[in-house]
């Protein structure tokens, strides 16, 4: 399978079928927190995919060609999250500098991210073997990595808008007052899953 | 109501971190298929809190403070290593059913806040008890979802087969958004009912 | 000027200090403790023989050169053959053409019965816990007793039509290779 072949395959993957946040219930924190109206959502899965993306860029070299050769794989967790929050640093000063329009838009979620599952999440599971082998690869590759990355977070984006938009509609309706807040939540949460769970029938 | 049973009360009922803080949501819905994994992801979220609560607090005088995230992370990924480490060689039919969440005990919410909120503020046995019923509060949260979603999804319990009658529904991945809302709206409508007992008595007293 | 920097300069070579030496002991116990829970090959191997041979004590007593063998590339690769105690062989053998031409590794038990390879058990390798593959324990538990003259091609598992085809191709290379082994 060509390159391209295998870029669709993981796009159609990441996104749809093992969507990151319904399917895998990673990010579960911010879909919950910041998915009350569309404007910060996407704000939120914008800055999550840009950081899902460099984080797959740093990190899958750092594990292959130097945690690997020199036996260090036990260093993985340390270095994998000391690298996470260093680059949210980093992007959160470079564009607080060079675009304060951006980051009006997006630069406050970016702290919060540090923390968020999906990106340490993506990291693990593009250095490991049953990923690449469900892709039909013997391992990911870096190309094939950040493809994964930055579809995910784009699987990630495409979750907490729908989330919002329909937030905001539940949001008017009369429930209980124990229902209101996460549990509604929660059960809208219940029926993206349910949507998202039609794409796992698809056997490409 | 001594300090003891008031961190216990508070890390297990009153700031339950699953079902009021919402805090560790992702570990929540996925490893709630089964009692068996909830405990095992539980158990490893206790000791690693504890340990980080612990260490934390006895630095929290040398550590400053802006650079004080960094290092609660820092601290919080060794002992997460060491439980990784320790599970793949001694258990590891738990490591792989954890799989890739057990690194993100990391990320979870629940230690690096109460890191921030309570270990960095506290002294050592305080931080110490308040990780263990925080853990507590979370293993007991997950083990009884699990516990409902293994019963009603598999018809089984802890592995042990009950009965044919099964629900696919709750093993799914929306199973266990729905479960985890019914939980929620459940413990506070308890709670609720509870303070309004209390209030009640109060009254009735004067 | 001096006096705003200096205290500037204290607390950013404390912060330097702190985090060094945190770094430096973190990396030092994990690199202890990594140390003491090593898991040495053998044990992986031994761990797979114990998820297969769950009652008995069986253990590994010779590993077979897989390297001349080159049969059905395109479907499947063994990775290592092992001669268990008990007589019976351990194949460890990755099958091609699942999912999206994906593929799959497992261990494969096979034994001789009457100068024919046949499957005893069939148990995934490594896995997250999180793939559909690693939960059907019954579908693994169908290949079972199968000879290379039975046909492999309807033990299919509803929903996973392209992967039981990788799971399919490793059976059957499987017990090819022990044919090969045994037959000459």
């Given amino acids: 399978m060509g390159t391209f072949g295998t870029i669709m395959l993981i796009a159609v993957t990441a996104m749809f079928i093992n969507n990151f946040v319904v399917v895998q219930f990673l990010g579960i924190c911010p879909f919950l927190g910041v998915s009350k109206d569309i404007k910060s959502a996407v704000g939120m899965g914008v800055a999550v995919t840009f950081v899902m993306t460099i984080t797959c860029l740093i990190t899958y070299p750092i594990y292959t060609y130097i945690l690997v050769p020199l036996e260090l794989e036990y260093l993985e967790v340390i270095v994998f999250i000391f690298v996470i929050a260093s680059l949210v640093q980093m992007i959160e000063a470079v564009i607080k500098k060079f675009s304060p329009t951006l980051y009006n838009a997006m630069g406050i979620y970016l702290p919060l991210i540090t923390t968020n599952c999906a990106v340490l999440g993506v990291a693990e599971l593009v250095i490991d073997v049953g990923t690449a082998e469900a892709l039909g690869l013997a391992s990911m590759g870096i190309l094939n990595s950040v493809a994964y990355g930055f579809f995910g977070g784009i699987g990630f984006l495409i979750a907490i808008v729908i989330m919002s938009g329909l937030r905001e509609k539940v949001k008017n309706l009369p429930i209980s007052k124990h229902l209101k807040g996460f549990p509604v939540a929660m059960l809208t949460a219940t029926f993206i899953a349910m949507a998202f769970y039609v794409f796992s029938m698809i056997s490409l | ?206 | ?184």
């Fill in chain 3, 1 to 184: 000027m001096a006096t705003i920097k200096k205290p500037f300069w204290k607390s950013f070579v404390t912060s330097l200090i702190v985090m060094i030496s945190i770094i430096v002991v973190c990396g030092g116990v994990l690199a202890i403790v990594n140390d003491l829970c090593k898991v040495s090959d053998e044990e992986r191997i031994q761990r797979a023989i114990d998820k297969i041979y769950v009652d008995t004590d069986v253990s590994l007593e010779e590993t077979l050169d897989v390297s001349t063998y080159d049969k059905n590339q395109d479907i499947g690769e063994i990775k290592a053959c092992y001669v268990l105690s008990n007589g019976d062989y351990l194949v460890h053998v990755t099958g091609k053409k699942g999912y999206s031409n994906g593929s799959i590794t497992l261990y494969v038990s096979v034994s001789v019965d009457n100068s024919f390879a046949t499957v005893k058990k069939t148990v995934l390798d490594n896995y997250k816990g999180q793939t559909l593959m690693s939960k059907l324990t019954d579908f693994y538990d169908r290949f079972s007793g199968k000879t290379s003259s039975d046909d492999l091609t309807d033990i299919v598992e509803a929903g996973t039509t392209r992967s039981s085809q990788a799971v399919q191709n490793a059976v059957y290379c499987s017990i090819d290779y022990v044919n090969t082994v045994i037959g000459g």
């Fill in chain 2, 1 to 206: 109501m001594n300090k003891f049973s008031k961190i216990a009360s508070n890390g297990l009922i009153k700031e339950n971190p699953t079902f009021k803080l919402i805090l560790g949501t992702c570990p929540t819905l996925a490893l709630t298929t089964a009692a068996f994994n909830g405990i095992g992801m539980g158990l490893a979220v206790t000791f690693v809190l504890i340990c980080s609560n612990v260490l934390i607090s006895l630095l929290k005088k040398v550590i400053p403070s802006n650079v004080r995230i960094p290092a609660y992370i820092l601290i919080i990924a060794t002992f997460v290593t060491i439980v990784k480490l320790v599970l793949d060689k001694f258990i590891p039919s738990l490591y792989d059913a954890l799989g890739v969440y057990l690194p993100l005990i990391v990320v979870n919410c629940i230690i690096l806040g109460r890191a921030e909120s309570f270990a960095s503020k506290n002294p050592v046995t305080d931080s110490a008890l308040d990780g263990l019923f925080m853990g507590l509060g979370f293993t007991v949260s997950i083990t009884l979802m699990g516990a409902v979603r293994e019963i009603l999804g598999a018809g089984a319990i802890f592995g042990f087969k009950l009965w044919d009658f099964s629900i696919d529904f709750f093993a799914s991945s929306a199973g266990a958004f729905f479960t985890y809302a019914i939980f929620i709206a459940l413990f506070n409508f308890i709670l609720y009912k509870i303070e309004q007992k209390k209030k009640l008595s109060l009254l009735e007293v004067k």
